[in-house]
């Protein structure tokens, strides 16, 4: 038998039609709206200090559960200030004008001034009235101001004690919460200045100094004193409180009579390895207070994510009762709220087994409820982030955000599911080293140290989330359709009713300008009114499922309305023949083409509203890049209709037909409110013995009339009705289910 070359013709046809079918079937736009949607955000982020080293964590970010948080520098101002003190046996609740006896300054001064990193400085203000300038460790800065307050120049005192002649330097770490140096004397012996945490110096201290700056014994009774009544209330206020001591060890036969008791005599070398003994027995000079305000705006942006569903955890070393003001008053705890806040000791306590193993278990007990830990070790931050990440007590798994500015901090950076890296805290506070350990195990770094930069980060993510499913509704839409009219239409009809050229055109549009028009939208704070997803959630949601399906039923039926019965509309004025067998363009395909083309342009602007949003137009003038694409496509496209020719398989329509389009087209906005549940029409029906949904089946409605609805109450008023001694609430007819 031999082949016709229309016979090969239309095999050509066939399988041109097969291939165009499955390019549109599959969504290869999906990569490139991810990309596009990514590297859209990242640019953006940089604007509002996120700077982005792994892509996937601004998408990971949307879905956060959680923020482990820092104190200093995040939530705080990070600009420290002493404000209170305790020295020589007063409770100076103002530093200034304070009068010391001149060995009690002198101390304060040179154990300031020695005993702190000589990177950190304080600059005096250049105008009258102006801050001073801090540079280096804010703790340290707070301090050397303290020592200006003073009357006194910390840089005299650095210059008689050049750091590369401390005979010894035991530096500050997370473990030791404290800092000590030792510097020679000239009587050939040595003091060892220390400063830390208030409850660490006094515990290690066996004498104080006292009024006049005699030295006294310290004892327990004391220590629980003066933690009761000053370290107590200086860290209810918020105050950092640090403490100050020295210790002196003088050779064999050289002790002062004055105060012998607190020196230590030597006649052999010292064992300045051992730290234990080295910072024992110390002489308490003073305990200050330092304020480091929280900053104004973070109480909001805290409330912001709260009401997001993110529940914030602060994770300090400071004192409890330091942690806790800063908490109160940010926001993280609330009076009523069942929560918890735990010092480091208690949380390991609560967490581990007989043999000292962490249970998930009892982790799972407490983590849920912990909102601060104060006094935190770098592992109990670990444990924390990787307890939350490994529980299964939530519905869709914790997705973890974590805070760190240090080499400590890089375990629980890397193990949260998003690692926020603080650039200015690190290159104050843990030098460079530090700064490149954490920006190594951080995916995000904030360039401002801020909370609100994180929030930011939030909005930023789910906005990536919401792009990449507004891009998925659409295609999806596209694909279902496109594919189902080309099938069906060339086994009824022996040709499809979308031709090769026209479906790349539409796959053009479904990929690659929707990718970009989708996935340029800006975040808005509505973002933040809404829950996480969590990290096992669907990304396609029932809302997204059923208007992938109900747009799709809208459009199929209108173009199989048309495609087999359009020439029965006499006002189309088509004729039988319009849709032949013929390979010539006709009007009947060009309208269906037209039809579809202006329908899935008219549900590109639906899909930016995913959340059954009754106002699919909110916010469209603002992404300025969507409307230049969807000009540029409705543009192009009435090109294509009216002059492509039998290039594009179209020919040139007349008004009337490019009416019907368009109301076809606009038609997707009705149907778009009919799905989203917000379409109220009046009408008048009659229901009997029906049984309505969330009513005890044995429980039925007897014959009850809903009354038509007038316009005005289109707004879903609840109406009431009496029905059988039951109150019918109807909040628009459209939200009713009846079974």
Request: aromatic share 8%; proline share 3%; net charge neutral.
């Amino acid at each position: 038998m031999m082949l016709k070359a229309s016979d090969l013709s239309h095999l050509v046809n066939y399988i041109i039609i097969g291939v165009t079918i499955l390019v549109i079937a599959v969504p290869e736009g999906l990569p490139l709206a991810i990309t596009l949607s990514l590297t859209y955000s990242v640019k953006k982020m940089m604007l509002d200090n996120n700077l982005v080293r792994h892509m996937d964590a601004c998408e990971t970010m949307g879905s956060a559960t959680t923020i482990c948080s820092d104190k200093t520098g995040t939530l705080t101002t990070n600009r420290m200030t002493v404000t209170q003190s305790y020295i020589n046996g007063t409770f100076n609740r103002q530093y200034d004008g304070i009068s010391l006896d001149h060995s009690t300054k002198e101390l304060i001064v040179e154990g300031i001034s020695v005993n702190s990193g000589y990177s950190s400085n304080v600059i005096e203000p250049t105008v009258p009235g102006g801050q001073r300038t801090q540079v280096g460790n804010r703790t340290e800065c707070a301090l050397l101001g303290f020592v200006r307050d003073l009357g006194s120049d910390f840089n005299d005192i650095r210059s008689k004690h050049p750091d590369e002649n401390h005979f010894k330097v035991y530096t500050f770490n997370s473990s030791r919460k404290s800092m000590m140096t030792v510097i020679k004397l000239d009587n050939g012996g040595y003091r060892v200045y220390a400063k830390g945490a208030a409850e660490i110096i006094l515990e290690r201290s066996a004498f104080i100094l006292g009024a006049c700056g005699n030295v006294e014994v310290f004892n327990a009774e004391k220590l629980k004193r003066l933690k009761a009544d000053m370290i107590e209330p200086m860290a209810c206020e918020g105050l950092r409180t640090i403490g100050l001591s020295y210790k002196d060890y003088v050779p064999a036969g050289e002790k002062k009579a004055d105060n012998e008791d607190s020196q230590i005599e030597f006649s052999s070398s010292i064992d300045w390895d051992d730290e234990e003994a080295v910072s024992c027995g110390m002489t308490v000079i003073a305990v200050v207070g330092i304020q480091d305000p929280v900053r104004p705006e973070v109480p909001d942006a805290i409330a912001k994510v709260q009401r997001a569903g993110i529940t914030v955890r602060m994770v300090t070393g400071d004192n409890i009762n330091t942690a806790l003001s800063i908490a109160t008053t940010c926001g993280i705890l609330k009076a009523g709220e069942d929560s918890l806040a735990l010092e480091s000791s208690d949380f390991n306590a609560r967490i581990r087994d007989v043999q000292g193993k962490v249970d998930q278990a009892k982790l799972d007990a407490v983590w849920p409820r912990l909102r601060v830990l104060a006094r935190a070790q770098p592992t109990d931050k670990y444990i924390l982030v990787k307890g939350i990440i490994d529980s299964n007590i939530s519905t869709n798994r914790e997705v973890v955000a974590v805070t760190g500015d240090g080499t400590n901090d890089a375990p629980a950076l890397k193990k949260a599911d998003v690692g926020f890296a603080m650039c200015v805290s690190m290159m104050f506070l843990k030098g460079i080293a530090g700064t490149d350990v954490a920006k190594e195990a951080s995916d995000i770094i904030l360039t401002d140290d801020n909370f609100t930069s994180i929030v930011k980060a939030v909005m930023w993510g789910r906005n990536v989330y919401d792009s990449i499913a507004k891009f998925l509704q659409f295609q999806l839409t596209v694909n279902v359709v496109a594919v189902t009219i080309a099938f069906v239409g060339s086994c009824a009809m022996a040709d499809s009713p979308l031709k090769a050229v026209q479906m790349l055109w539409v796959n053009l549009i479904q990929d690659t300008l929707a990718s970009l028009a989708l996935a340029t939208e800006l975040p808005t704070e509505d973002l933040l009114k809404r829950r996480p997803y969590g990290r096992t959630k669907s990304l396609l949601s029932h809302t997204m499922v059923k208007n992938i399906l109900g747009h799709s039923i809208y459009q199929l039926v209108v173009l199989f309305s048309v495609l087999f019965w359009g020439t029965d509309l006499d006002f189309l004025h088509l004729s039988d023949s319009d849709h032949s067998t013929s390979r010539a363009p006709s009007a009947h395909f060009t309208i269906i083409f037209n039809a579809f083309v202006l329908m899935t342009l008219a549900n590109q602007i639906i899909c930016r509203k995913i959340h059954g949003e009754r106002n699919v137009f909110s916010g469209v003038f603002r992404n300025r890049m969507f409307c230049f694409i969807w000009a540029i496509e409705i543009i192009t496209h009435v090109i294509i209709v009216e002059f492509g020719g039998a290039w594009m398989q179209t020919v040139p329509l007349t008004p009337v037909q490019w009416a019907f389009c368009i109301g076809l087209g606009l038609g997707e906005f009705v149907w778009a409110q009919r799905l989203s549940g917000h379409c109220v029409l009046p009408f008048e029906i009659r229901a009997c013995r029906s049984r309505i949904k969330g009513i005890s089946r044995k429980t039925n409605v007897r014959y009850f009339e809903l009354l038509t609805i007038e316009s005005s109450h289109r707004n879903n008023t609840c109406q009431m009705y009496q029905c059988d001694h039951h109150l019918l609430f109807l909040f628009g007819f459209a939200h009713h289910k009846y079974s």
